[in-house]
């Protein structure tokens, strides 16, 4: 069986601690670092949940406008109540 080798992963300066409501939760945008694929999200709440997005997103913009319609439609504690896949 052969190993798959460790690879650096590229943040996205999007990404970070996010507080709203007296909630706070940890943003990662992410990819292969030089490269060129796609964005992936993911968020962790105060309590170690995640919540994962199942598609990846042309660029880090777009993901953090995915995360912020997230917050405007549902409310920040969303993640923290149901951490789930979108």
Known sequence: MSEIP?????????????????ITVQVHIYRFAGTEDEWAME???HEGGH?????TFADDQDA????EQEVAERGIRSFVEQPVEH
């Open 6 to 22: 460790d690879r650096e992963i590229e943040d996205s300066p999007l990404g970070g601690s996010v507080t709203r409501d007296g």
């Open 64 to 67: 953090y406008e995915a995360f």
């Open 43 to 45: 968020i962790i709440d």
């Open 51 to 55: 919540t994962t997005w199942d598609g």
